[in-house]
């Protein structure tokens, strides 16, 4: 089984930064995506970022320019620095995993996510 443990949320005001960190911990072969999705009251846990595990990264167009993503595949760590947030930006931001627990065992999981408040 494989753990996702998120840290760096908090309260922010508008235009702020904050630094949310991932470390994955269990049975882990090797971890192909780490993502970083986010879901704010009444609405649907939507994807803002992920990083596969050669350096490849994608965006949520609405966080372009202002969020990066950045890993280390040694320490099973993945973060996700946040620049001028938004005050739309409020929510819970959940990390995920997409692993190998062996070469022909894959799984993915969840982190229990992380409350961040931006203030107007």
């Known amino acids: 089984q494989v753990q996702l443990e998120e840290s760096g949320g908090g309260l922010v005001q508008a235009g702020g930064s904050l630094r949310l960190s991932c470390a994955a911990s269990?049975?882990?072969?090797?971890?192909?995506?780490m993502r970083w999705y986010r879901q704010a009251p009444g609405k649907q846990r939507e994807l803002v970022a992920s990083?596969?595990?050669?350096?490849?990264?994608n965006y949520a167009d609405s966080v372009k320019g202002r969020f990066t993503i950045s890993r280390n595949n040694a320490r099973n760590t993945v973060w996700l620095q946040m620049a001028s947030l938004k005050p739309e930006e409020t929510a819970v931001y959940y990390c995920?995993?997409?692993?190998?627990?062996?070469?022909?065992?894959?799984?993915?999981?969840w982190g229990q996510g992380t409350q961040v408040t931006v203030s107007s």
């Open positions: 990083m596969a595990a050669g350096g490849a990264t």
């Open positions: 269990g049975n882990i072969f090797s971890i192909n995506y």
């Open positions: 995920n995993a997409q692993y190998f627990a062996s070469t022909y065992s894959q799984g993915m999981t």
